[in-house]
């Protein structure tokens, strides 16, 4: 009798946690355990052994990783770890000294090492199974195309660094191709991420690469234009883009459609002081100005950035000129976090904690201004007609995002009448409605 495949097949386990760098490290073991044959298991008790990809951001990250890493040994016993936290080797294994092997964010060669030696490689490799694209988290119409790992930069609230490692930009050539891959699968949205998106290419001095049969430099902006130059016109969002000078070279690529006019750019503070506190690689002069200089190319430009309050030595006063930036800069999204000690991070060496009462209700403060700003900023968008790509269809309407809306963290577009429209298309909404959030409309 033929055993059937859930006996033969050896099944492995997946938990991803954390940022969409780790989802893409995620998506690089699955695709690679496809390609050699072991398939995935939707519960622990099916696996054969289970992987956990880890995030080691912030406290709390920690210690969501540690108690996933908890249960999947209570449930099935055979854990391996990766990701950020599993380059702090010593705090994984003291805490849970049953695992059987930690290794460090995207080493997808050390994982699967790992998988090898616990579980034996099935013998045919189904190599013809695996999609071209790889395996993917996300659905079927937007991808997330990594083009670094690693930072340069020691700002001095951020560990990312010292887990990830100085940067390291993918040859041009390899993203290109990645990209097209993707978009030949039906991908409709690729967002570009990074720890500095704006950096790419400079840890090997812009060398020259090639793509097409063409010579090009492995620098933001040409990346850009070749992305936007791709077949059936994919939208492109950047995220992660530090506003160092070149970056207004993209602008007129977003004027002319190649790009979405949308930048995702982490200011944190506008204080002069504090920024340099925190080490940024950028700071705040001139910002303004840029901001300005952007919409008059770019009008239909959307910003998101985020912020941080209650930084050590943050004044009254400091706030208040964060206030007064984001009242003229007029950003479209925005995210604020109190400021939280993250183990082995520089900045809590300095002085001038801000007591956490006092961080809460500079956040809150600052978050009911943006909320005003948010809601007349979405507000001057009801009566245009906005072009959508729908992400869920379902009874009574759709979600779709505008080009000022990434997944997942931005606002969505709630179309009615949505009936014939479906997941992965291009729509055409006229908005009728806008709260502090999201818009509301019909196809157009
Ligand atoms: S730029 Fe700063 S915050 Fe961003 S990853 Fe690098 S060190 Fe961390």
């Known amino acids: 009798m033929r055993k059937s495949s859930r006996k033969t097949t050896p099944r492995v386990g997946f938990v991803s946690l954390g940022c969409p760098k780790a989802l893409v490290d995620s998506e690089r073991v699955l695709t690679q355990l496809r390609a050699e044959g072991y398939a995935t298991s939707a519960s622990y008790r099916d696996a054969d052994l289970v992987i956990v990809n880890t995030c080691g951001f912030i406290d709390a990250a920690v210690e969501e990783s540690l108690d996933a890493i908890g249960e ?3 449930e099935n016993g055979k854990v391996i770890v990766t990701g950020c936290l599993g380059a702090k080797d010593g705090m994984v294994r003291s805490a849970h000294p049953s695992v059987l092997a930690v290794t460090g964010p995207h080493d997808t060669d050390a994982v699967m090492r790992a998988v090898h030696d616990h579980l034996k490689r099935p013998h045919d490799p189904y190599t013809d199974l695996v999609p071209p694209q790889g395996v993917r988290l996300t659905p079927r119409h937007y991808a997330y195309l990594k083009i670094s790992e690693g930072c340069n930069h020691r700002c001095s609230f951020c560990i990312i660094p010292s887990l990830r490692g100085d940067l390291v930009s993918r040859p041009l050539g390899e993203v290109m191709q990645e990209a097209e891959r993707l978009v030949d699968a039906g991908v409709r949205e690729l967002l570009v991420i990074s720890q500095d998106t704006s950096a790419y290419g400079v840890d090997i001095k812009y060398r020259t690469g090639f793509w097409n049969g063409r010579p090009m430099k492995t620098r933001l902006t040409e990346l ?50 504090i920024l340099k506190r ?46 007064d930036f984001l009242d003229e800069a007029q950003l479209d999204r925005v995210g604020c976090f109190a400021y939280s000690p993250v183990d082995g991070a520089a900045a809590n060496e300095l002085d001038g904690a801000v007591a956490e009462e006092l961080k809460e209700e500079r956040r809150a403060r600052f978050m009911h201004a943006q909320a005003r700003i948010s809601r007349a900023r979405l507000e001057a968008k009801v009566g245009r007609r906005l072009r959508v790509l729908v992400d869920t269809v379902e009874e009574g309407g759709a979600k779709a995002r505008s080009t000022a809306d990434a997944p997942e963290i931005d606002g969505v577009v709630h179309v009615r009448h949505a009936r014939k429209l479906q997941a992965g298309e291009f729509a055409e909404v006229l908005i009728e409605k806008s709260d502090e959030h999201d818009l509301y409309g019909r196809v157009a």
């Open 278 to 323: 925190m080490k940024r690689p950028a700071n705040a002069e001139n910002v303004l100005e840029r901001i300005a200089a952007w919409r008059r190319i770019c009008p239909e430009l959307a910003i998101r950035s985020t912020f941080i309050v209650g930084f050590p030595g943050e004044t009254e006063a400091e706030f208040g000129e964060l206030l």
């Open 72 to 74: 999947a040994l209570a």
């Open 224 to 273: 850009a234009r070749a992305l936007g130059d791709l077949p059936g016109a994919p939208w492109l969002r950047l995220h992660y883009v530090y506003p160092y000078p070149h970056v207004d070279e993209l602008i007129p690529l977003m004027a002319e459609g190649r790009l979405l006019p949308y930048l995702d750019i982490p200011f944190q503070h506008a204080s002069a002081r």
